[in-house]
């Protein structure tokens, strides 16, 4: 059954309620306290902008090559590895990171996103150099594209 609730954020929203009357009036009243759906996604954005900031704080100065991979990869990535390299740098040293500092491939940092952190240094100790491989690409490419002036 549909009823319009009244959320404690003051939005009135709809929800499909079923069950026996009581359960549906319990859940009614527990409605009633929370807030409305809108409400609760803005507060969740919200807490991970400011987590993401403050990760981002924490990982400036480490001057990070950017990621390779599709845009999707590459903006879910982002966040994941400035989360994950943010609490390392807590608790490690910067060498102790390095590994995990030279890993520019999108797909890694997404598919490595649970491992543990011993499990993540170790990861990134046996993961392609892609940070390098990319660097000397680079400038063999900027090399062969420069005009020629005879």
């Known amino acids: 059954m549909e009823q319009r609730i009244i959320h404690a954020c003051g939005h009135e929203q709809a929800h499909y309620l079923t069950g026996f009357e009581s359960q549906q009036e319990r859940k009614a009243k527990w409605l009633k306290t929370t807030t409305c759906r809108d409400c ?13 900031a403050v990760s981002s704080a924490a990982v400036s100065h480490l001057n990070l090559v950017p990621l390779t991979g ?5 903006s879910w990535a ?22 995990c500092l030279r890993v520019t491939d999108a797909k890694w940092w ?41």
């Open 110 to 150: 997404i598919d490595c996103r649970d491992l543990t952190d011993v499990d993540l240094m170790a990861a990134a100790a046996h993961a392609p150099d892609v940070g390098s491989a990319m660097a000397d690409t680079a400038v063999t490419a900027s090399i062969t594209d420069m005009p020629r002036t005879a």
């Open 40 to 52: 609760f996604v803005a507060k969740k954005r919200a807490e991970e902008a400011v987590a993401s």
């Open 70 to 74: 599709t845009d999707r990869q590459i």
């Open 78 to 99: 982002s966040a994941i590895r400035t989360k994950r390299l943010a609490a390392l740098i807590n608790l490690n040293s910067e060498a102790e990171c390095n590994g």
